[in-house]
C-alpha cells in the first residue's frame, strides 16, 4: 500500500505525456561492490557521482558546465550566455578548490587557480565523474571541494560510428558539431569536432538604467578538436593516446549599466596532448602517462572611437606531467598502489617580472583491503616541491553494505592543501611570493539506500554530511593604495546533501525522477581581526539551499525532460546579495531509426520562466532561450 | 520495514556524531535587520547631516552614498530614498550646489541629480565617459571633468535645466578634482590612466582655458589657502618598462600657485611617493594643511616640517567646515570600511562603518 502510494505521489509529478521506455537515462552512484578501475583511486567513503553516457550524449553539442548544472551540488558562476567565462565549484569551496581533471591531469590553471568550463565540450567525452571527496592525496593540489573527472573510454569493439549534429537557439547561437568512432577489439580512433558561435544580443533588465536593454558586445566564436587512439599492442599491453585543442574568441560585454567607450576582448587557446602506456604482468598493472598542455590567452581593451589599445595582457602556460603508477592486485581482499608523478609548470605573463616556473615530485602509496560487505582504503602521499614544504598528506575510507547491500555506509576524510596560484604569487607590484599554501582537512559521512530495487522500479536515496577546513585561506588585502594577497582566513566547508534518484518502467513508458537538496553552511571562522565582519559570514556566492527536481519521461521514441532548480541568495559583499531565483527547462526529444541511420531532433526552452537573475554580480544572464537540436548517427 | 528504518536512523546518527566537529565556533553574525526608512522632518532634510561617499567594489555595482546626522545614520541612501534603485558602479563624488546634489557614477558614465533635501532623484546626466568630478559654473550650468587621460579628456559644461551638455573644453589628460574661484575653474588632470603634470584655468564667462600651469606629476588634490593661492598635492609619477622594472621619475610634492600671478611655488618636496593615490588626500583649514601618507600630516605653508597627527593608512581626508573636525576614511580591513571622526588634535571622536571604499565625507 506505502509502495503504491508512493508510486502515485511521483507519477502524479511527472508530465503526463505517453511513451514507452527507450532507454532509461540518469544520474547514479557508483554501484559500489564495482572492481575499482585501474586508472581510478581508491576512494572507498566518498561521495561519486558519474553522470550517465545518455545524458553526456543528449548534451554533445554544449559545455560541460551545461551537463553539469543539473546538478545542484555544483555551484555555477557565469559571466553571461555560451561562450562566456564560466566555473563551477564544489561544495561551496570555489573554483580554485574545484578541480577539472582530463584523463586524470589536472587542467585547472596555473595562473588563476580556476578552470573556464566554456573551453571544455562535452563533445570529446564519454565518461564524467565527480569525486566529492576528491582528496589531495590523489590528486594533488586544489581539491578541497571535489574533482570532475573528464575521460574517453575508448568503446572495445567492432564499430563504426559517425555524427553530425547541428544546434540553432536564440541570440544568434549556431553550434556544428561532428565526431567520428571507428574500431575493433584492438584498435579504437575517435575524432571530434566542434564549431559554434553566439552574438549574445540578449534582453535583459537593467537595473542600474532601470529599463529593458540589449547585451552588446557579447559575440564570441570557438571551435573545438579532439583525437583519442587506443590499440591494444599485445594480450597485456595497452597505448592510449589523446590530443585536445581548443580556440576561443570572445568579447567581453560590459557590466550592468554600463556604457563604456572602450571594448574588451580576449582569446584563448590551448593545446593538450597525453600519452598512456599499460601493461598487466602477474597480477599486477603498471600505468606510466605523461602530458602536455599548452594554453595561450590574450587580452585587450580598446578604446573604441580612435582604435587606441588601453591595455592588454598576454598569458602563455606550459604543463608537463609525468605519472608512473604501480597496482599490484596482492590477493582477492587486498589490493596495493604505488604511484610517482613528476611535474613542471611554467608561466609567462606580461603582468609578471619574468618567467615563473614550479617543480614538483611526489609519491603516493595505497591500499585498499575489500571483501563483500566491506571495503576500506588508506592512501598516503609525500610532496616534494620547488617552493614549498608539503606535509604528508593521508585519506582514509570505509564502505560497509548492510541488509544485501540496501544500505551503504561511507566514510572518508582526508589532509589536503591548495598552493597559491602564480598571480597570488608574482603579480608584479601586488603579489606575494611569501605566501605558503592554504591546508586543512575534509571529512564526510553518509548512507545510500537502496530502497525498491526491481526490474521494474528502481528508488534510491542518499544523504551526506560532509565538513571541513580549510586554513592560512588566501585572500587579497587592501594595503594603502596597493592590494597584497595573504594568509589570513580560515573557512569552514560543511552542509548536508539529500539525493533521490527513481526509475519506473511502466509498459510502455519510463519515467525517471531525479531529487537533490542541498544545505551548505560555508563560511568564514577566522581573519586577522576577531571583531571582522565578516567572521560567521556566508561564503560569497555559495548559496545556503539548492534545490533541483529533474523528471523525465520517455515513450517510445519521445523524451521530455523537465529541470527545475531553484538557488537561495548568494552573498557577493557583506551586507549585500544576490536574490534567490527559480528556473525551469523543458527539452523535448525524438529519434528516427531508418536502418543505420539514427535521428535526434530535439528543442529545449530554457528559464522558461523569463526569470532576471546573475550568477555574479553585475553580469545578467539570458531569459528564455529556444534551442534546437539535430544530430545524426550512422552507425 | 520498520527495523529496517530504525536500524538505518540509528547507525547514521552515531556516524555522524562521530565525525562532526567538536571544535569551538564563533556564532553566526545575525542577519542585519532592515533599514527603517527614516523620517526627516527639519526643513533641511538630509543636508543637516553628512554624506559619506562610497565608491563601492569595481564592476560591483554597489557604489552608495552613506549618511550620518545626529540621529541616524543609513546605510545607503539613494536606494533608501529612491524605492531601491541602484546608483551603479564607482560612485567617485557628491557635489551639493543650491540645495542639489550631483552624484557622479564613474563606471555607470553618468551622473544622478537628486534633491539633496529628500535626496529624490531628479534626473540623470548622460552622454558621458568618465565622469569625475562636479562643480558651479552659474546659476544654471555646471562643470563635469570627464576622462580617462587618452581620450574624452574634456571639461564638459551641462545645462541644470536640460541636463544636456552645451560645451566642450579640452584639457589636460584625466580630468579630475575642480575648485572654482574668482570666475576661474581649476582643473587638475591627474592623468587618468596616462598621466599628466598640469592645471587647466577655465574662464567661466568665455569657458576657454586661459592657462596651463605646470604644477608636478599627477596633480591629485587641491584646496585654496586663505589668501586664494591654489595649494595642490602632487602624488609623483612611477614608469615600467616590459620587464616591469620600476623607474621613479619624480616623487610626491605639495606646491602653492599664485592664481593672479601663476607663479608656482613649492611649499614641500618629499623624498618618496606618498602611500595614498586618491583624489582626496589634500585638506586645509586656517593655515594647516593635512595630507595623507602612512599617517594623516599636518604642515603650515610656511614651516615644511610635518606633524604626524593620525597613524594609519587612510584614502580620503575631508574637515568639517564648521567643527574643524577631521575626517579620515579607511578601506583597510576586507569587509569593513570606515568614516572616522577625528577632533581638530587628533583625537578619535567616532568612526562608523560605511558603504565600500570611501573616499569622501560631504558637508
Redesign the interface.
Known amino acids: 500500500m506505502k509502495n503504491k502510494t508512493l508510486y502515485l505521489f511521483l507519477a502524479f509529478v511527472c508530465i503526463g505525456v505517453s511513451a514507452s521506455a527507450q532507454h532509461i537515462s540518469d544520474t547514479i552512484v557508483l554501484d559500489s561492490v564495482a572492481v575499482c578501475k585501474t586508472y581510478e583511486y581508491f576512494n572507498n567513503g566518498a561521495k561519486r557521482e558519474i553522470i550517465d553516457s545518455y545524458q553526456i550524449q543528449q548534451n554533445q553539442n554544449s559545455t560541460i558546465s551545461t551537463l553539469l548544472s543539473a546538478n545542484s551540488s555544483l555551484i555555477l558562476k557565469s559571466y553571461g550566455h555560451s561562450g562566456s567565462a564560466s566555473t563551477l565549484s564544489l561544495r561551496g569551496a570555489g573554483a580554485s578548490q574545484t578541480q577539472i581533471t582530463w584523463e586524470g591531469f589536472p587542467i585547472n590553471s596555473i595562473t588563476m587557480g580556476e578552470m573556464d568550463l566554456s573551453l571544455v565540450p562535452t563533445q570529446g567525452f564519454n565518461y564524467v565523474a565527480i569525486d566529492h571527496s576528491g582528496s589531495s592525496t590523489n590528486y594533488g593540489s586544489g581539491t578541497f571541494g571535489g574533482v570532475v573527472e573528464l575521460r574517453y573510454i575508448p568503446v572495445k569493439q567492432n564499430h563504426s560510428k559517425l555524427q553530425l549534429g547541428y544546434t540553432q537557439g536564440n541570440f544568434g547561437t549556431r553550434k556544428y558539431s561532428g565526431a567520428y568512432s571507428v574500431g575493433t577489439k584492438k584498435i579504437q580512433y575517435r575524432t571530434s569536432l566542434i564549431a559554434n558561435k553566439s552574438d549574445g544580443n540578449f534582453t535583459y533588465f537593467d537595473y542600474i538604467d532601470n529599463a529593458t536593454t540589449t547585451r552588446n558586445n557579447a559575440e564570441y566564436k570557438g571551435f573545438s578538436n579532439t583525437h583519442t587512439l587506443f590499440i591494444q599492442l599485445h594480450k597485456h599491453i595497452q597505448l592510449q593516446s589523446g590530443i585536445w585543442y581548443t580556440y576561443k574568441n570572445m568579447s567581453i560585454p560590459p557590466i550592468i549599466g554600463s556604457k563604456p567607450n572602450f571594448k574588451e576582448t580576449q582569446k584563448d587557446s590551448s593545446f593538450k596532448a597525453y600519452l598512456q602506456l599499460q601493461t598487466y604482468i602477474n597480477r599486477t598493472t603498471i600505468i606510466y602517462k605523461t602530458a602536455f598542455f599548452n594554453d595561450f590567452q590574450e587580452y585587450a581593451k580598446t578604446i573604441t572611437k580612435i582604435n587606441k589599445n588601453l591595455t592588454s595582457s598576454n598569458i602563455h602556460n606550459t604543463k608537463q606531467l609525468h605519472t608512473v603508477k604501480v597496482r599490484r592486485y596482492i590477493s582477492d581482499k587486498i589490493t596495493a598502489d604505488l604511484e610517482i608523478q613528476g611535474n613542471y609548470y611554467s608561466a609567462d605573463v606580461s603582468s609578471y617580472k619574468d618567467t615563473k616556473q614550479e617543480f614538483s615530485n611526489a609519491y603516493i602509496g595505497a591500499i585498499q583491503y575489500k571483501i563483500a560487505q566491506f571495503q576500506s582504503n588508506i592512501s598516503v602521499r609525500k610532496e616534494f616541491n620547488s617552493h614549498y614544504q608539503i606535509p604528508i598528506l593521508y585519506c582514509a575510507g570505509i564502505q560497509y553494505n548492510t541488509f544485501k547491500n540496501r544500505i551503504i555506509w561511507r566514510a572518508n576524510t582526508s589532509k589536503k592543501y591548495r598552493t597559491p596560484t602564480f598571480n597570488d604569487l608574482y603579480w608584479e607590484q601586488w603579489g606575494n611570493p611569501n605566501l605558503i599554501p592554504e591546508s586543512g582537512i575534509t571529512w564526510e559521512t553518509g548512507s545510500q539506500q537502496n530502497i525498491i530495487q526491481t526490474k521494474k522500479h528502481v528508488l534510491t536515496t542518499d544523504i551526506t554530511y560532509f565538513e571541513g577546513y580549510i586554513n592560512n585561506k588566501i585572500i587579497w588585502i587592501p594595503n594603502g593604495a596597493v592590494w597584497n594577497p595573504m594568509n589570513v582566513a580560515q573557512a569552514k566547508i560543511q552542509g548536508i546533501e539529500l539525493r533521490a534518484k527513481q526509475i519506473i518502467k511502466l509498459q510502455k513508458h519510463t519515467i525517471n525522477n531525479n531529487l537533490g537538496i542541498d544545505w551548505n553552511n560555508s563560511h568564514i571562522t577566522k581573519t586577522l581581526e576577531s571583531t571582522e565582519m565578516a567572521n560567521g559570514h556566508q561564503l560569497y556566492y555559495v548559496p545556503k539551499y539548492n534545490i533541483y527536481f529533474h523528471p523525465q519521461i520517455s515513450y517510445k521514441t519521445w523524451n521530455i525532460s523537465v529541470n527545475n532548480q531553484f538557488h537561495s541568495q548568494r552573498y557577493y559583499a557583506i551586507h549585500t546579495s544576490l536574490p534567490s531565483y527559480y528556473t525551469l527547462d523543458i527539452t523535448i526529444k525524438h529519434s528516427v531509426t531508418i536502418k543505420k541511420c539514427i535521428t535526434h531532433f530535439s528543442i529545449g526552452i530554457q528559464n522558461i520562466t523569463n526569470t532576471h537573475y546573475e550568477l555574479i554580480r553585475s553580469y545578467p544572464i539570458p531569459g528564455r532561450y529556444l534551442e534546437f537540436n539535430y544530430n545524426l548517427i550512422f552507425n | 520495514m520498520n527495523n ?1 528504518l530504525l ?2 536512523a540509528a ?2 546518527i552515531s ?2 556524531v ?4 567538536c571544535k569551538e ?5 545575525p542577519e ?1 535587520e532592515p533599514e527603517p526608512i527614516p523620517v526627516i522632518i527639519d526643513s533641511l532634510g538630509y543636508m543637516k547631516g553628512i554624506f559619506v561617499v562610497c565608491e563601492g ?1 569595481f ?4 557604489g552608495s552614498i552613506y549618511y550620518i546626522n545626529d540621529t541616524i545614520q543609513i ?1 545607503n541612501l539613494y536606494e533608501t530614498a529612491n524605492n531601491n ?5 564607482i560612485v567617485q563624488s557628491m557635489t551639493i550646489i543650491d540645495s542639489t546634489a550631483y552624484i557622479a557614477v564613474n ?3 553618468k551622473i544622478e541629480v537628486v534633491n539633496a533635501k529628500t535626496f529624490k532623484k531628479i534626473g540623470t546626466i548622460k552622454d558621458l ?2 565622469p569625475r568630478y562636479v562643480v558651479k559654473v552659474s546659476n544654471d550650468e555646471i562643470a563635469v571633468s570627464n576622462g ?1 587621460g ?3 579628456n574634456y571639461v564638459y559644461i551641462i545645462n541644470t535645466n536640460t541636463f544636456k551638455k552645451t560645451d566642450s573644453i579640452a584639457v589636460g589628460a584625466g580630468p579630475n578634482k575642480m575648485l572654482v574661484n574668482n570666475n576661474k575653474i581649476y582643473v587638475a588632470n591627474m592623468g587618468g ?1 596616462s598621466n599628466d603634470k598640469t592645471i587647466s584655468v577655465i574662464n567661466t564667462s568665455t569657458l576657454q582655458v586661459i592657462e596651463t600651469i605646470e604644477v608636478g606629476d599627477l596633480p591629485a588634490d587641491m584646496e585654496f589657502d586663505n589668501n586664494g593661492n591654489l595649494l595642490v598635492l602632487c602624488y609623483g609619477l612611477t614608469t ?1 618598462d ?4 620600476a623607474t621613479i621619475v619624480s616623487n610626491s610634492k605639495l606646491v602653492k600657485v599664485n592664481t593672479t600671478t601663476y607663479a608656482v611655488t613649492t611649499i614641500k618636496n618629499f623624498d618618496h611617493q606618498l ?4 583624489a582626496n588626500g589634500l585638506a586645509y583649514n586656517n593655515g594647516t594643511i593635512y595630507y595623507l601618507d ?1 599617517a594623516v600630516y599636518s604642515i603650515s605653508t610656511t614651516n615644511a616640517t610635518p606633524t604626524k597627527l593620525i597613524d594609519g ?1 587612510f584614502y580620503g581626508i575631508d574637515i568639517n567646515p564648521t567643527t574643524k573636525d577631521i575626517w579620515v576614511t579607511s ?6 570600511h570606515k568614516a572616522i571622526q577625528y577632533s581638530p588634535t587628533g583625537t578619535k571622536i567616532k568612526e562608523y ?1 560605511t558603504g ?1 571604499y570611501p573616499n569622501a565625507v560631504v558637508f
Do not use: C, K, R
Not at chain 2, 578601506?331 to 569593513?336: I, K, M
Open positions: 529496517f536500524h538505518t547507525l547514521f556516524t555522524l562521530l565525525f562532526s566537529s565556533e564563533p556564532m553566526p553574525q542585519p567594489n564592476n560591483g555595482n554597489d546605510a534603485n541602484q546608483l551603479g558602479d563606471n555607470s558614465q565617459t568618465f580617462d587618452y581620450s574624452n590612466w615600467y616590459q620587464d616591469w622594472n602611500a595614498n593615490f586618491s602612512d593608512y578601506t583597510s580591513s576586507t569587509n569593513s562603518v565600500f
